[in-house]
């Protein structure tokens, strides 16, 4: 009987261990929890076939089996209760990133285009050989990559260059036509299945497009 108890008690340390694993396995803290539940309430229920079963006062059963439903029950409405506060939480500071990105991407586009439209109209002669595209380059030669990425002041001063948290796409869509695609590393945009221009799926991305009649922001996921 002894041995029984210690193989019970060990199973039941093995069974919790296996699933809050679960939560490093799959980076998520509740698919642990709820797997540990279910764990803890196969081994309440073979407790009871062996202890509480084998009791000869039918009203201490009654009683033992009721106080451990209403712990069970209690325990798994805070548990919804908690999860669905984080649930909450989560959705608000992917609420507030989302906004503190838009906020940055227009700043620093905004940054980058107007000085490129103020050569153009107002320190250019504009002989015919100058256009947009020329003068955005010329202006920000040391800030765009072959590959057509385009380094911001702002992530040039945060030195993340390699892996910024905003990436800028550089592209002409014409003479006098400049364009700026941001795509944010972290931030979802309204469509999940929204295919970015850097190959990622789901994130928040916004064209800016300078031309001779000023910048046009769009918002395309």
């Known amino acids: 009987m002894k041995d029984k108890n210690i193989f019970l008690l060990a199973g039941g340390i093995g069974g919790m261990l296996t699933a809050f694993s679960l939560s490093y396995l799959f980076q998520d803290l509740w698919i642990g929890f709820f797997s540990a539940f279910v764990v803890a309430l196969i081994y309440l229920y073979l407790l009871d076939k062996r202890m509480v079963q084998t009791m000869e006062l039918p009203g201490a059963k009654v009683v033992i089996r009721s106080l451990v439903g209403c712990l069970v029950v209690a325990q798994l409405f805070m548990a919804l209760i908690m999860y669905a506060k984080a649930d909450r939480q989560?959705?608000?500071?992917?609420?507030?990133?989302?906004?503190?990105?838009?906020?940055?991407?227009?700043?620093?586009?905004?940054n980058?285009?107007?000085?490129?439209?103020?050569?153009?109209?107002?320190?250019?002669?504009?002989?015919?050989?100058?256009?947009?595209?020329?003068?955005?380059?010329?202006?920000?030669?040391?800030?765009?990559?072959?590959?057509?990425?385009?380094?911001?002041?702002?992530?040039?001063?945060?030195?993340?260059?390699?892996?910024?948290?905003?990436l800028y796409i550089y592209d002409v869509a014409g003479a006098d036509t400049v364009r700026l695609t941001a795509i944010a590393a972290i931030s979802n945009g309204a469509d999940p299945d929204f295919a970015n221009l850097n190959g990622e799926t789901g994130k928040l991305q916004v064209r800016a497009t300078l031309t001779s009649g000023g910048i046009d922001y769009e918002r395309e996921n």
């Open 90 to 110: 989560k959705k608000l500071l992917s609420d507030i990133r989302q906004t503190i990105d838009s906020g940055v991407i227009q700043s620093d586009m905004k």
């Open 112 to 166: 980058a285009l107007l000085v490129t439209f103020r050569h153009y109209h107002l320190e250019t002669d504009r002989d015919g050989e100058v256009t947009m595209a020329s003068i955005f380059e010329e202006l920000n030669s040391d800030r765009i990559g072959e590959d057509g990425r385009f380094i911001t002041k702002s992530l040039a001063q945060m030195d993340a260059a390699e892996d910024p948290p905003i």
